[in-house]
């Protein structure tokens, strides 16, 4: 059930059941597109690759007229080595990746547009969300991955960010980070995060890390995947309560492995279960429509796992059917 109304110059529509007022995709702003060209695990290619081969496959014109484009971000040649003061990974890359990530987004935002982020990991997050709180003040995040991504920095095998920033974000770790990240945190709060498609138990088992389920609002693929769309707008719903504007994360490994390869590393296990394409496209077209997202990252793509290019093709589509829902 819905009901019709005005709010600005956007028509919307005020779902009952969610309480959540939709209307057109992206609050019908105009996109701007932010490549990045980052690979969080120091590789010379990887993820850093994922612009130009996203940007081959026709995602400019996924979006249509309504977008803009500009340089993607570029950062400094990748060093898969752990800094000794942080044990971060790549870190200089990190570092450069972060601030300008935040002040291309920080500038759409400023501007009323919608900032679409696609390239890099999940540490872009350690970008758009501070810079969505410097605009708007509490941002909230509606987060999809397969993983929780809060290791502790301590607790961290890998030095990865794209494992962390879940936790840098709360606050919940951090005093080890550099004090350019250390500064803004936290930039997030419990109430104001939304997790859909964790299935890393295993994954966190091995380090010892506990679940945010108990603490933050969390569905599982399995509570996902009997109605994308609604889960989408009750966790759109929890974080609206909380935030004067939240950001949209999706991190690809939120997908079954069985719907799509191209992401982690060569001989990376793969978490068992995950969305469909179809349910990933009710979550999104629902998210991307509800009022107070203001952008949206897509992340984790690898080209180098994708020499046909099938799965750029694949998620070129994904954003087609979103962008047109």
Known sequence: MSSRGELGSVSWHFNKQSEVAVGKPFGGRQI?????????MGRIGGQARAPSALRAAG????????????ADVLVSEPRAER????????EAALLEMIAAVQARVGASLVADRFPLVYGGDCAVLLATVPALRTV????????????EDATSMEASLSGEAANME?????????????RAVRTQLPALSADGLAMLGQRDDAFRRVLDVPTLADRVW???????????????????AHVASSSSGWWLHTDLDVLARSEFTACGAPGEVALPGGLTWQQLTDVGSAAVRADGCRGWSIAIYNPDLDPGGRAAARIVALVTEIAHH
Do not use: K, Y
Not at 59 to 70: Q, S
Not at 83 to 90: E, K, Q, R
Not at 218 to 236: C, H
């Open 59 to 70: 995602l400019c014109a996924a979006i249509g007229e309504n977008a803009t484009m500009g």
């Open 218 to 236: 969390l569905r599982t693929p399995d509570e996902v995947s009997p109605d994308p769309a609604g889960v989408a707008l009750a966790a759109v």
């Open 166 to 178: 879940i936790a840098l974000l709360l606050g919940h770790t951090g005093e080890r980070a550099p």
């Open 32 to 40: 701007e597109l932010i490549g990045v060209r980052f690979d969080g």
């Open 83 to 90: 800094a000794a003061a942080s044990g971060l990974l790549n």
């Open 136 to 147: 708007v003040g509490e941002a909230g995040l509606v987060f999809l991955d397969g993983h």
